[in-house]
């Protein structure tokens, strides 16, 4: 199958921008469809746009290198029913038909290519209903269709599954009327629907509704499952924040590298201040998911990222717990219990990541039960600043070393009681 | 395809035992046969014993859930290629056929199985070629078989890929003579022959030969990848020998705590005596290769084992370098070295493992550069025992220090060096 993109829009309410390539939370709409639909198979695209565009379409292709052809619609007053006609000696067989200004999360797109006629969602959640097109359904295909019917049941999202015999009703409106919307031709051709319900989809048509999707695109990057509890109740809740300022601005690795400078700056800071390092390292310990986060809703994720940020944050802890020993001990029974605070957080990691380079899985998927044992890093920082305010080096030292000895031994024991071999 | 198994011999040279489920390495011979053809595909078999032997193979066959008929020949008197005559009735089509004493290693049997005929070898590298069946061949057929034969051009290796006429040429043979020998009955079909040449296989005829095979299966089983140069020039050495020692009487995991054990008991020495201790730990690296040696060669390798050894090996090395540091040291600034050799030491590991987490692949196979880092855990085990000899603490602490962050810092930059993404 191939994609039919109407990206011949004029953008107005945008200030005449190319929607399609306008980027949200860092990325272009139209690198997001793509790109998903790349990884589900579907390579080819047609990209109908107005000689306004073109140029911005080409550059586009380009620069990404995507396989699409670029078609010009030289009389955009047309309807842009006139642009999906366009397309026609462009396709053959089945083909997808998807608005250049809407943006699908990969859960969403996955359900929609297996559909047939318009995908339509019964319950969108992220859509004003008020700015949606609706749709009035009877037995399985399209009575009605507009924004401003009162009896509906469900809204168009934008995204078609069709046939080229849609071309001869398209050709039969445009030979009668002179011009053609996508909704009359709907209308008229009586079009199958497919319920695609509850996942995220938005259209973008006003400067709001980009920052509406970037938080939401943020907040759906948080790869939660092995978030600990101060991680899920506040880090985070502070890091998406973050993210959503910063994703447009900064790279997943600029973020690595300014966090590990920001923790070893709050090791160094113990020289000075152990109140105001430990209050530092927390707010490390909160910047610390921004890369993820940023790498994740700009679709830059590498695997070389998450390699490198892992080997990083365990400088960190370790730089923290030196200095933070170095200047509060001098007896070798408490550096005893200080050298195995530092090691028991590095096997925390080496435990877990252990796992899945074992098993070829990630260890809070196959084992649910990790996910409340307790002593995961965000939960060991934040520990680690409270003991900091109050002064009290020597029982966090304590607790730490116990507690990452429990947490280890913990992990092991789950993944033996898991064991298949 | 099935596999018929002949294994109605008597086993004289033995002192009268089944062969196919006596145990080399800790495997019985037919197991590792029928296990390996089971990872290729081939999961259901044909066993032919005698009357002596068929509670042996049933029981062999119910103790490991094996998908096999057993056929009792009841006139071995008849040869060897009767056994085979009264398996054709359990056979359609193409069918393997395999000697029950014959050991082969999988990357022999994947190509084996793919062949047609008789499989010759033309280089038997394992096999005393005094014993082997020789082959004579002409236009890729059986031109002559035999122990004595003095022109031949291959060895048989008791593997075929045959196919229903075979049992024409064995009936013929039977009417005639009322016995017959595989053999014979190979040379009367001319069957046509297959190369598959310069693989361990090796059949068991006698108690020595049971010996060659455990020390070659073994050897074989050696991981080398991840070796580093005492590893391969010393540490190997001695504990292929260990292994080969213990393979029938212990197991992967009763080794694996055995060791972990000793590691710690080493660390513990260094209140005692440093020296000693040294050797010790030494001693357990050593130790260390023998639990996946075993593992390997006996095929039972899990991956909690290879998960359980690696945590365990971090405390060893953890607790041998904090014993020695305490008894060692004082003042605060070493104890600072102290402790970054203690992380050093996990990180390298950390830094090896969390690769296969991100990447899915061995970063030994994926960057061959990886190879000629130094400071790998046998290495440093072995500079730790010289300065516990030399009594020379605070340079060792210092060096291993230095020696991890180089090699964790080496293995990043490698990474990033070979990342796609």
């Known amino acids: 199958m191939k994609a039919v993109i109407l990206a011949a829009g004029l953008g107005k309410r945008m200030g005449y921008m190319s929607k399609g390539t306008i980027k949200v939370a860092g990325r272009e709409i139209l690198y997001r469809t793509l790109e998903i ?17 073109g ?12 396989n699409a052809e670029l078609i010009i619609n030289r009389h955009p007053e047309k309807g842009n029913g006139y642009s999906l006609y366009l397309a026609r000696e462009h396709v053959d067989g089945k083909f997808i038909l998807i608005m250049s200004d809407h943006i699908y999360e990969k859960a969403f797109l996955e359900r929609a290519v297996r559909g047939e006629g318009l995908i339509v969602d019964a319950s969108p959640k992220y859509t004003c209903l008020e700015e949606a097109t609706k749709v009035k359904i009877e037995d399985g295909r399209v009575e009605n ?15 078609f599954v069709l046939t080229p015999e849609i071309f001869n009703v398209a050709d039969d409106l445009l030979l009668e009327r002179g011009k053609a919307e996508l909704s009359e031709i709907v209308k008229m051709a009586k079009l199958g629907v497919t319920f695609v319900s509850g996942f995220f989809w938005m259209d973008i048509d006003t400067p709001e509704d980009i920052k509406k999707a970037r938080k939401l695109i943020v907040r759906a990057s948080v ?18 924040r973050i993210s959503a300022l910063l994703v447009d601005y900064v790279t997943p690795n600029q973020m690595t590298i300014a966090t590990f400078l920001l923790g070893i700056f709050s090791a160094l800071l113990n020289f000075v201040s152990i109140p105001l390092a430990g209050v530092l390292y927390q707010v490390s310990s909160i910047l610390d998911g921004v890369d993820g986060e940023i790498a994740r809703a700009s679709m830059r994720t590498g695997r070389f990222g998450g390699y490198a940020d892992s080997v990083l944050d365990r400088y960190v802890d370790f730089a923290f717990l030196l200095t ?8 070798p029974l408490w550096w005893v219990i200080a050298a195995s605070a530092i090691f028991g957080s590095a096997m925390v990691s080496y435990s877990t990541e ?13 084992i649910p039960a990790m996910r409340r044992l307790i002593g995961k890093r965000d939960e060991r920082i934040f520990l680690t600043m ?33 064991r298949e071999n």
């Open 55 to 66: 140029e911005e379409y080409g550059e586009f292709i380009r620069k990404y290198g995507f």
């Open 354 to 366: 252990r796992y899945k380079a074992a098993y070829g899985s990630d260890i809070y998927s196959d």
């Open 324 to 331: 933070l020993a170095y200047v509060s001990i001098k007896e």
């Open 223 to 240: 790869k939660g499952k092995g978030d600990g509890f101060i991680s899920r109740y506040l880090n985070r809740k502070i890091s998406t």
């Open 145 to 159: 269709i507009g924004k401003h019917l009162k009896d509906f049941d469900a809204v168009d999202t934008g995204f």
């Open 37 to 53: 639909l790349k990884e589900l198979g579907i390579s080819e695209a047609v990209i109908v746009t107005n000689s306004r565009y």
């Open 386 to 418: 409270l003991f900091c305010l109050a002064g009290r080096i020597k029982v966090l030292l304590l607790l730490l070393a116990i507690l990452t000895a429990i947490r280890t031994a913990g992990t092991v024991w789950l993944v033996w009681k898991n």
